[in-house]
T-cell receptor, first 115, second 113 residues
Framework: AQKITQTQPGMFVQEKEAVTLDCTYDTSDQSYGLFWYKQPSSGEMIFLIYQGSYDQQNATEGRYSLNFQKARKSANLVISASQLGDSAMYFCAGHRGSTLGRLYFGRGTQLTVWP | DAEITQSPRHKITETGRQVTLACHQTWNHNNMFWYRQDLGHGLRLIHYSYGVQDTNKGEVSDGYSVSRSNTEDLPLTLESAASSQTSVYFC????????????FGQGTRLTVV
């Protein structure tokens, strides 16, 4: 299995500031992938960003970037220039290369952006 | 546009009843998954399928079953609903072997009374 740990139950950030949401993972696989999903209060799961274990560069998608530190087994999400609409639950998830598509989720971090 | 839809979105049922939650995707993805979401646990995998006639147990499969008779659908059945199965259920699909993104349905909120 793959264990995903999110140690921050809640985070607060002021609008326009950057925020980092922590995620660590534990796997013995060489091939794996890491995801971040956003879940707003409406409940849907929105894919944000993906990082493969063999990717040479950190993934970026608009205001989202993934700070991937393989040796430390961390895959932190960085949101630059926070917006009020970023307030949501954020989940880190991982999959193993040997188990196609099965995702293991962390418990989530509730992000609140204040004006 | 391709999509993945779950029905119903909300359901209340009584303990002991059989309940089936539907999941339909038009992505033509081989991989389909059912997760449940509970406070303090994130999402946990119930069952999954890598193709027609293929089904596998996830980490919390007791009391649930699935069947895959075509590519588009993976219905989840609660054989005899229990209060512990009150949860939000998510269906997801992904393309094989490219798994850089899993697409999620809108979720089904199930209450067992």
């Amino acid at each position: 299995a793959q264990k995903i740990t999110q140690t921050q139950p809640g985070m607060f950030v002021q609008e326009k500031e950057a925020v980092t949401l922590d995620c660590t993972y534990d796997t013995s696989d060489q091939s794996y992938g890491l995801f971040w999903y956003k879940q707003p209060s409406s409940g849907e799961m929105i894919f944000l960003i993906y990082q493969g274990s063999y990717d040479q560069q950190n993934a970026t998608e608009g205001r989202y970037s993934l700070n991937f530190q393989k040796a430390r087994k961390s895959a932190n999400l960085v949101i630059s220039a926070s917006q009020l609409g970023d307030s949501a639950m954020y989940f880190c998830a991982g999959h193993r290369g040997s188990t196609l598509g099965r995702l293991y989720f962390g418990r989530g971090t509730q992000l609140t952006v204040w004006p | 546009d391709a999509e993945i839809t779950q029905s119903p979105r909300h359901k209340i049922t009584e303990t002991g009843r059989q309940v089936t939650l539907a999941c339909h995707q038009t992505w033509n993805h081989n991989n389909m998954f059912w997760y449940r979401q509970d406070l303090g646990h994130g999402l946990r995998l119930i069952h999954y399928s890598y193709g027609v006639q293929d089904t596998n147990k996830g980490e919390v499969s007791d009391g649930y079953s699935v069947s895959r008779s075509n590519t588009e659908d993976l219905p989840l059945t609660l054989e005899s609903a229990a209060s512990s199965q009150t949860s939000v259920y998510f269906c997801a699909s992904s393309e094989s072997p490219k798994n850089t993104e899993a697409f999620f349905g809108q979720g089904t909120r199930l209450t067992v009374v």
